[in-house]
């Protein structure tokens, strides 16, 4: 790799890596503040008026646009606080879909509420706005995070539909004209597609065709970039299909990814790597996360690569995940010779 | 002859009414009714004084404490504890004791349902006794068989962050090799460091019976190996009974390990994935179909399938108990491996509710025992 200067091109080791990696973001949902749990606390008791609670999340929504402008994150996430889990805006909207019982979330002491599947599935108006402060990030270029429709339907209990296959195009459809909408109505530059099934176990040949079609199904309608991340488990599950499956961006959940697994194949795509653990609460120097990012683009070589956190930030208190954040900027900025 | 499905709790009862943080009337009388309910000595001076304003909040415990076990004695149980009256929970109270930990916020557990996440920031170490005072006061007062609930190392530290241990794996080949390092050491720290003082110390002052509470034993069966170990360093040569509690988790995670844990019960949850129905057949009784699984592998602990669902304020009758009992010893093929348990704490269930289906679960066991025996 080498950096253009003039007419003249110059190898070096440093400004190889700057231009590589290409971006620095956050792959999930962030953190409420003790603060926010309070009121929102409030809220269902009936002791804090919508009114409140939406003007609480108003402001800590802002705060976290705030923090990552600060760091230098390349594209914003919102925050979405009012997002219970992954599936909530879904389940409580969509006719057909209902939120039914708590249900662990993988292997960590969080639960979601298991989407239940009564009845065919469509979109109908818009989904998400309700659940977000689209003017925390104004118009600045954001991104959405939700789940991979596969990854959907698969965490879901379907009572409906005959075919898996027909609920997870559904869905897909569903994810496709509310990426169309948010792109309507804000500067949504991409769409992160969270997919921890994918990387679970090894998909069968029908299972990663279903994958590809319901991203192509979402390309369709949304001219961002699709951003499909995986964590929690070992990406070479999904190789070398995954880099194959239509995403611009792919994401490696690096605290639960053998590097060995991965040198034996040729990463042709633009990588995510989530080098920042969001489960843990140790902050990681700066002089570690760019040693990290410097050793698998080496081993790698993809033709660019993304910096970030492994997967959602709301597994820690949210000063550590501020101080995580901080520390990711200063070593995007490092790595990219800025 | 040993007594067949002996009957047992799970460790946590909701807080009596007196430690409320505002006492009215309301908490008074009720205190009043249990307190004469129950048989506890002496409640009217309780009573007076929560009447008069004139009492300590210290001794409040120490009341409650009372009132617990008695609850569980007067509804006729075999093994009891006081229903963990001075812990805040199963998590934070012990976590409170162990240098090393500090709290840096909440955490979601699901929804606005937030817990305090202490990070280990240093080597783990007791900073004091967590269980001792209370069980010296437990042992004082009660007239049966008492089992101490303790949190087990592997629960604590899968409910932790492990961050200096994480720090002391800098140099790993790998983030995830780093991770995978740093969780194993935090593990086998709590438990050498702070659990099985903990648990010695119980021993030594006559605690007979300890339950390791591990709810978070199957969240990650590639460590399964590692649970056996902590829980093994834990117990190993200490003087005991250990049963170990888990709950609403998948058991089938827990096979081939746990026949290599030194332990004497497992406890786990199963009223809740059963129906309500009597009878014997697979169907009624789906929620103990696991049970073959402990055979099939040739357990000989002894195990306790939750006969009370302790999430619904439905109250199983006798006859339920009584064959959700027949039924698991019939699957487990000998009816003295089965102890008459409650799936869980009965920590979210109103007393009027808890005291019911005690009193029905030991019915329920005696019924049991009057079928089987003839």
């Known amino acids: 790799m080498s950096v253009y200067l003039g007419l003249v091109f110059i190898e070096d080791s440093a400004a190889n890596c700057g231009m590589k990696i290409s971006g620095c973001h956050l792959a ?12 929102m606390k409030k809220y269902m008791r009936g002791t804090a ?34 997002w219970h889990d992954h599936f909530r805006p879904f389940s409580e909207t969509i006719t057909g879909m209902e939120p039914g019982p708590l249900t662990r979330w993988f292997d960590n002491n969080v639960f979601y509420k298991k989407p239940v599947i009564v009845g065919e599935l469509s979109w ?64 949504l530059v991409m769409a ?35 951003f499909l991340h995986t964590f929690f488990s070992d990406f070479s599950n999904a190789l070398p299909w995954i880099l194959d499956s239509g995403a611009d961006l792919i994401g490696i959940d690096m605290t639960s990814t053998n590097m060995d697994g991965l040198s034996s194949y040729d990463i042709d795509r633009p990588i995510y790597v989530g080098i920042v653990d969001s489960r843990n609460s140790y ?28 997967a959602d930030l709301d597994f820690l208190p949210r000063p550590i995940a501020d101080r995580k954040v901080m520390s990711l900027g200063v070593a995007y900025r490092d790595l990219r010779g800025e | 002859m040993t007594k067949l499905f002996p009957t047992q709790e799970v460790g946590s009862l909701l807080r009596a009414p007196f430690l409320k943080k505002m006492i009215t009337e309301r908490e008074i009388l009720e205190t009043e009714y249990w307190g004469r309910l129950l048989g506890v000595d002496g409640y009217e001076r309780l009573v007076e004084a929560l009447r008069a304003g004139r009492y300590v909040r210290e001794e409040l415990y120490d009341w409650a404490s009372i009132f617990g076990i008695r609850f569980f004695e007067s509804a006729g149980l075999d093994v009891v504890w006081d229903g963990e009256q001075r812990r805040v929970e199963m998590y934070e109270h012990p976590m409170r004791n162990i240098e090393g930990a500090v709290f840096y916020g909440r955490v979601k557990v699901w929804d606005t349902e937030t817990y305090n996440k202490a990070a280990i920031t240093s080597e783990p170490r007791l900073t004091r006794q967590i269980y001792l005072d209370e069980f010296l006061f437990a042992k004082k007062h009660a007239t049966r068989e008492l ?9 604590l ?34 438990a050498v460091k702070v659990l099985r003082p903990v648990v010695k110390s119980l021993s030594e002052a006559g605690a007979k019976r300890i339950q390791i509470d591990e709810p978070a034993a199957t969240t990650k069966p590639e460590e399964m190996e590692l649970f056996v170990e902590a829980f093994n360093g834990v117990v190993s040569g200490i003087d005991a009974k250990f049963t170990l509690h888990v709950c609403y988790s998948d058991y089938t995670k827990l096979f081939p390990h746990v026949l290599e844990l030194k332990m004497d019960e497992i406890s786990i949850e199963c009223a809740n994935r059963d129906t309500h129905y009597p009878g014997l057949d697979d169907e009624k009784r789906r929620g103990y179909l696991i049970l073959k699984m402990f055979r099939e592998y040739g357990a000989r602990f002894k195990i306790a399938p939750g006969v009370i669902d302790v999430h619904t304020d439905f109250i199983e009758s006798p006859e339920l108990v009584r064959d959700r009992l027949i039924y698991s010893a019939k699957l487990l093929g000998d009816p003295s491996l089965v102890i008459a348990c409650n799936d869980c704490g009965l920590r979210t269930r109103r007393w009027e509710v808890a005291y019911k289906k005690e009193l029905n679960l030991v019915e329920g066991a005696r019924l049991a025992r009057e079928a089987w025996e003839k």
């Open chain 1, 124 to 187: 109908n108006k818009p989904i998400t706005t309700e659940y977000l402060v689209l003017e925390a990030v104004g118009d600045e270029a954001w991104k959405v995070v939700m789940p991979e429709p596969f990854t959907f339907a698969s965490l879901s209990d379907n009572r409906h539909y005959a075919r898996f296959d027909e609920l997870v195009i559904d869905i897909a459809g569903i994810i496709a004209k509310e990426l169309s909408h948010l792109e309507d109505v804000s500067r």
């Open chain 1, 192 to 226: 992160q597609l969270s997919g921890p099934v994918l990387v679970q176990r090894r998909l069968d040949g029908d299972s990663v065709e279903l994958v590809r079609q319901g991203i192509e199904i979402i390309k369709k309608s949304f001219g961002g970039e699709v």
């Open chain 1, 28 to 39: 999930g949902l962030y953190p409420r503040s003790d603060q926010l749990f309070t009121v």
């Open chain 1, 283 to 310: 902050v990681e120097p700066v002089e570690e996360l760019v040693n990290a990012a410097q050793t698998l683009l080496d081993m790698l070589d993809p033709p660019s690569m993304h910096i970030g956190t492994s």
């Open chain 1, 49 to 82: 008026s919508r009114d409140e609670l939406l003007a609480a999340v108003r402001e800590e929504s802002r705060d976290i646009v705030k923090i990552q402008k600060k760091a230098g994150m390349t594209v914003l996430i919102e925050g979405q606080l009012l």
């Open chain 2, 157 to 190: 530290a899968d409910w932790s962050f492990p961050e200096y241990h994480y720090a002391v794996h800098r140099e790993a080949k790998s983030i995830m090799e780093r991770k995978r390092l740093a969780r194993r050491d935090l593990v086998l720290d709590l």
């Open chain 2, 147 to 155: 089992k101490v609930p303790v949190t087990g190392p592997y629960t």
